[in-house]
């Protein structure tokens, strides 16, 4: 890929997100992006949307409102197996939905650093942290390909349906390796193809930013992980969710390409 394609992809995407963040914000649906969101101005809406996607409603009662905005495709804190005093940093961090769940977890000698290359997005999220008084949470505002953090500082990466919406998939899995601490992990919900999609999806610009066109075929996605230096990787897919993958792009049959997985590995002691 050349890299003005990948600059437009990345615009694009950035300016999809925007309209979702500055939608939330109104109270409105958020149009182009819609298919990997879900934004609403009924609660009760993205309430349903988050508890389909593996949170339960004590998690979405426990951030503050409007900072789910029924955006992902998993719950990657279900595989991540926060500790206290952990430092925790997620990867398009968005409303700070996943990084406000955590914050709790890690505890006050923790420390969960929410990145995201939206501005709006990164405003909504410091904006939701001062209403729910949450102090051990930061947000950078940051391209995943280039992370705004020193290496070794993370414990554990999460990161909910954004990576494949990078242009630049092996350049985000060596950055997440660079900021990881040795022995550190990942635990990352995205959507991965279990074949081939059609040249049309690919070329679509809404179904990239919908989190379909971008997605990385199940082989591909270990490659480059352990390209990248990680190990004990674990692709679990979940053929259950392409329900709910469905009704991202209705009647265009992008659930006969892609599922939600859960991706798990770790950079071993001494790397």
Known sequence: MSRKHAD???????????NVAEASNGGACCGEASGCCGVSDDTAINTLISTRLGYSGDDVAAVPEGADMGLGCGNPRAIASLKPGEVVVDLGSGGGFDCFLASPEVGESGHVIGVDMTPAMVSKARGNAEKGHFGNVEFRLGEIEYLPVADNTAD?????????????????????????????????????????????????PALYAGCIAGA???????????????????????????????DWAPGRGVEDYVMSASIEAVKRVGM
């Not at 999460?158 to 985000?172: A, G, M, R, T, Y």
Request: charged share 30%; net charge negative; with cysteine.
């Open 156 to 204: 554990v990466i999460i990161s909910n349906c954004v990576i494949n919406l990078s242009p630049d998939k092996p350049q985000v899995f060596r950055e997440a390796f660079r900021i990881l601490k040795p022995g550190g992990r990942l635990a990352i919900s995205d959507v991965v193809a279990g074949v081939a999609l059609p040249q049309e999806m690919k070329n679509d």
């Open 216 to 246: 990385p075929l199940l082989d591909d996605l270990q490659a480059m992980l352990r390209d990248a230096g990680f190990s004990e990787i674990r692709i679990t897919p979940k053929d259950e969710s392409r329900e709910f993958i469905r």
């Open 8 to 18: 437009d992809i990345r615009q694009h995407v950035r300016e999809s997100y925007a």
